[in-house]
């Protein structure tokens, strides 16, 4: 309010986007970029959040177990109590229970570092199928994570290595 620029409204664009008040940040977009017409990022990300809300206006909404349910804070406290009882299950070892817990968190608030994640829950359990299926879908979510990419190309190869030595035995 003090000093308006149009760098100051995208960034408070891209911060309402991640408390999840997106009508907000379209808002703070827009006035960017009345300001400032050649800020490429901004538009991209305008671009990108009207197409979100175009998305999910046409999606069915069932009511059931939606993360519309929660308000940014609720949802943000949900996630917590489910990492900290995720976290007595990684500490016991019980891959099964933590990986169960983690799908939860994804399912509120998908991102390419939660799938990573979930891969590595998957290859510390021997299951290099799983690893390398979640750590594709954070990729693809995401193609910047370089030790990412590093760690897929590592776990394909051992997969390969193990199809091998599977047929020649």
Same mark, same amino acid.
């Given at each position: &309010?003090?000093?308006?620029?149009?760098?100051?409204?995208?960034?408070?664009?891209?911060?309402?986007?991640?408390?999840?008040?997106?009508?907000? &940040?379209?808002?703070?977009?827009?006035?960017?970029?009345?300001?400032?017409?050649?800020?490429?990022?901004?538009?991209?990300?305008? &671009?990108?959040?009207? &197409?979100?809300?175009?998305?999910?206006?046409?999606?069915?909404?069932?009511?059931?177990?939606?993360?519309?349910?929660?308000?940014?804070?609720?949802?943000?406290?949900?996630?917590?109590?489910? !990492?900290?009882?995720?976290?007595?299950?990684?500490?016991?070892?019980?891959?099964?229970?933590?990986?169960?817990?983690?799908?939860?968190?994804?399912?509120?608030?998908?991102?390419?570092? !939660?799938?990573? #994640?979930?891969?590595?829950?998957?290859?510390?359990?021997? #299951?290099?199928?799983?690893?390398?299926?979640?750590?594709?879908?954070?990729?693809?979510? #995401?193609? #910047?994570?370089? !030790?990412?990419?590093?760690?897929?190309? !590592?776990?394909?190869?051992?997969?390969?290595?193990?199809?091998?030595?599977?047929?020649?035995?």
């Amino acid at each position: &309010a003090a000093e308006p620029t149009a760098l100051r409204y995208a960034n408070r664009g891209a911060l309402l986007y991640r408390l999840g008040k997106l009508q907000e &940040a379209l808002e703070s977009y827009r006035k960017a970029l009345e300001l400032d017409s050649g800020l490429s990022k901004a538009k991209d990300d305008m &671009a990108k959040l009207e &197409a979100q809300l175009e998305e999910e206006s046409l999606l069915p909404t069932s009511g059931e177990g939606k993360d519309d349910d929660f308000s940014p804070e609720e949802r943000a406290a949900k996630i917590k109590e489910l !990492r900290n009882e995720r976290q007595k299950y990684l500490d016991k070892k019980d891959w099964d229970k933590a990986i169960e817990l983690h799908d939860k968190i994804i399912e509120l608030d998908p991102t390419p570092l !939660r799938y990573v #994640n979930k891969g590595s829950m998957y290859y510390r359990m021997g #299951n290099l199928e799983q690893a390398v299926e979640n750590y594709r879908i954070a990729l693809e979510m #995401n193609p #910047n994570l370089g !030790r990412a990419k590093k760690d897929l190309q !590592r776990l394909e190869a051992e997969l390969a290595k193990k199809k091998v030595s599977a047929k020649s035995e």
